[in-house]
């Protein structure tokens, strides 16, 4: 929308491969890894660790691809003397090293199966390699937003920069009660970063140091209380947090008969995307994923989304399009062409049903900057139920085929027109305008 709009946009997707949530990624493949010389007795996976297949499947690729060769420098150790070994570590690095990018890999392939594509595959990484998160901490520490603790962590005065974009995550107390979250840890003691420090620094990258004009992430819902202190982190740091946009995207309940659909039928766990799209065609994915506004939960009926009648919104609309090119061609075959619009005597379409039409398209860029502006594609899905509706009432009430022939034209260009509307607008939410069905 905001391409269409005018704007230069770049598409990125930010991997998470550094801190906490790669170490356990690591730790996880590792003790698999191991399971599959040892069993699962012998080295029984953590509870924090990720317990999907998955990562049995990955860890089992590497075995075959690598063997045994680093069960004998693992073996012989207490669970509390295995994690903290080299040995562990380096098999955590080298099983890192070969599931990440496979992982990455199927991420791309699935968001490309929903027809996503990312300009940029950022790594956080790339900003501890470099030095980025720790010349950014320095630079806060210099405004004055950050100090060192007594114990030697550098903390960020979260509260003070967060107060004017709203209220920050809260924390518990000793007693149970919660508290507004005061100076937080960028640093911590042992000279690690914390999530919240590379967060800075991604973010400084993108407005500072790569110079967009602004930055628009989606993040789940339950991240609501990071947004106040991410925009005032960028207050602190010398850069404006209004040029910061956070979309909060709301659950989405799948539905089938009526009841919540938690599982895979093919696998028996949670939906992934890719489950989805065996089930449900991707137009009608797209479609019902758009048709509400972010702050707004989802109930995607996975009944109506394989429907092919005028219930299902997507049907609904591609019908249209499809219902105007079958005509186009029936015309053509009489030899009755799409004229130019100077060929066309306009004042002849004063119908109740033919100037609703009208309107309709006419409203379209006003649409389009709506969605743009709200960073709301469910503005377009409106319309394009609208404009579908619009269209049928205007076919069934205005006759075309049989007319006198400056009626026909000038009815022949307006369903035209309205054909180009309904499949610009399809393709702008990433739908494809079928011409037949």
């Given amino acids: 929308m905001l391409d269409w709009s005018g704007y230069d946009v770049t598409r990125e997707f930010y991997i998470n491969d550094a801190g906490n949530q790669i170490q356990k990624f690591g730790k996880s493949l590792a003790v698999r890894y191991l399971q599959q010389f040892c069993g699962e007795e012998a080295y029984p996976l953590p509870a924090e660790c990720y317990q999907g297949g998955d990562i049995k499947v990955l860890a089992g690729e590497f075995a075959e691809i690598n063997g045994d060769k680093y069960v004998a420098a693992c073996s012989g150790l207490d669970e509390e003397a295995l994690f903290a070994s080299e040995a562990f570590e380096t098999l955590k690095n080298a099983l890192v090293d070969y599931a990440l990018p496979k992982n990455i890999a199927a991420l791309k392939r699935d968001l490309g199966k929903y027809r ?23 630079k806060l520490l210099e405004l004055g937003a950050c100090y060192k603790a007594e114990d030697g962590a550098i903390m960020y005065r979260s509260a003070q920069y967060a107060a004017k974009y709203g209220t920050v995550n809260k924390k518990k107390t000793e007693d149970g009660t919660e508290e507004e979250a005061k100076d937080e840890v960028l640093v911590r003691a042992n000279g690690i970063p914390t999530y919240f420090a590379a967060d800075i620094a991604y973010h400084y990258n993108k407005l500072a140091v790569r110079g967009f004009d602004k930055a628009i992430d989606v993040w789940g819902a339950d991240h609501h209380g990071h947004v106040a202190r991410m925009k005032g982190a ?10 910061l ?6 659950m989405v309940n799948l539905m089938r008969d ?7 039928k093919r696998t028996g766990k949670a939906i992934t995307l890719t ?17 509400r506004e972010s702050s707004s939960t989802l109930d995607f009926d996975l009944d109506l989304a394989v429907r092919n009648d005028s219930e299902n919104p997507v049907y609904y609309v591609q019908y249209a399009h499809a219902r105007i090119c079958t005509l186009l061609k029936a015309l053509e075959a009489e030899g009755y062409t799409v004229p130019a619009a100077g060929e066309v005597d306009f004042s002849l379409l004063s119908g109740e049903a033919e100037q609703a039409l009208i309107k309709k398209i006419a409203a379209y860029s006003q649409v389009v900057r709506l969605a743009a502006r709200d960073y709301d594609p469910s503005h377009i899905n409106r319309y394009l139920t609208e404009l579908a509706g619009d269209f049928h009432r205007f076919y069934t009430a205005c006759r075309i085929k049989g007319e006198e022939r400056p009626v026909l034209l000038a009815r022949l260009k307006l369903a035209d027109t309205a054909r180009s509307v309904l499949k610009n607008a399809m393709t702008l939410i990433g739908c494809t305008a079928p011409e037949k069905m």
């Fill in 116 to 138: 996503i594509d990312y300009d940029v595959w950022f790594h956080e990484s790339t900003l501890h390699e470099s030095g980025a998160v720790l010349d950014v901490v320095n």
């Fill in 234 to 243: 960028m207050d602190a740091i010398g850069l404006d947090g209004n040029r």
């Fill in 245 to 250: 946009d956070i979309v909060l995207m709301q």
């Fill in 258 to 264: 009526g009841k919540p659909v938690r599982m895979s």
């Fill in 275 to 291: 489950d989805l799209l065996d089930e449900v065609p991707i137009d009608s994915a797209r479609f019902f994923f758009n048709q």
